[in-house]
C-alpha cells in the first residue's frame, strides 16, 4: 500500500520552469524547505468486503531537495524509512510494515525515493484565482525502477507550490496487496498531494 507514498515525491518537479526561475534570487542552487514542506499519500481498497476494511494516509516526510536555476532542474529524496501511516494507533504499526515490507515498498533493499524534473508547461491559471498552473513531467525512482511521473502543480507565489499526482504501483513493480481471499484489494493507483516551500 504505502509504496504509493513514495511517488509524493514527485511534487518536486515543478520546481524547474523558467518563469519560476526568473522569481527567485540570482544565487542558482535553492533548497526546499523541508521543515514547512509536506506530502502526504492516500491508498484506497476496493473489492467486495472494501467497506469493512480501511484507506490509508500516509505522512512522507521530504529528506532533501534542491532548485538549480542554472540548469532548470529539481531534484528530491524522500528516506523510505521515515515515512508515517495515519490510521488509528491499533492497526497503524501492522499497516506500516506492510508498506515498508517485501511486498511493497521493500525499503531494506530500496531505502530512497527520488525525483528529478525534465520538464514543464505553462497550464494557465486556476479558475476564479490567481494562482499559476502548471503541467510538470519528471523521472520518479522507487522500488528499483525509473518512471515518468506527471504533476499538476499551482504556484501561489515565487516560493510557494502545491500540487498533486495519480501513481500505479504496478509500474513500478509492486503488485497490489490483496487480504480475505481478495475479497479487499488496494487499489493500484495511488494519489498524493503535496505543499513545498522554498528557503
Not at 527567485?24 to 506530502?39: F, M, N, R, Y
Not at 513531467?137 to 499526482?165: K, N, Q
Amino acid at each position: 500500500m504505502g509504496k504509493v507514498a513514495s511517488l509524493v515525491c514527485a511534487v518536486a518537479v515543478f520546481f524547474g520552469q523558467s518563469g519560476w526561475a526568473a522569481a527567485t534570487d540570482q544565487a542558482g542552487l535553492h533548497s526546499i524547505d523541508v521543515k514547512h514542506s509536506w506530502i502526504k499519500v492516500y491508498v484506497f481498497k476496493e473489492g467486495l468486503f472494501a467497506f469493512a476494511s480501511d484507506n490509508h494516509e500516509v505522512d512522507v516526510p521530504i529528506a532533501s531537495g534542491s532548485f538549480d536555476q542554472k540548469t532548470n532542474s529539481v531534484q528530491l529524496t524522500v528516506g523510505a524509512a521515515k515515512m508515517h501511516v495515519l490510521d488509528p494507533p491499533s492497526r497503524r504499526d501492522k499497516v506500516r510494515a506492510n508498506m515498508l515490507g517485501p511486498q511493497v515498498l521493500d525499503a531494506a533493499k530500496y531505502p530512497t525515493i527520488s525525483y528529478r524534473s525534465t520538464a514543464i508547461r505553462d497550464a494557465g491559471f486556476v479558475k476564479g484565482g490567481g494562482a499559476k498552473l502548471w503541467a510538470v513531467e519528471g523521472d520518479l525512482t522507487l522500488h528499483g525502477e525509473t518512471h515518468p511521473i506527471p504533476l499538476s502543480v499551482e504556484r501561489l507565489d515565487a516560493t510557494h507550490f502545491t500540487g498533486s499526482a495519480v501513481i500505479k504501483q504496478s509500474a513500478f513493480g509492486i503488485k497490489p496487496l490483496r487480504v480475505a481471499g481478495g475479497t479487499v484489494r488496494v487499489k493500484d493507483d495511488v494519489h498524493l498531494i503535496f505543499d513545498v516551500r522554498l528557503e
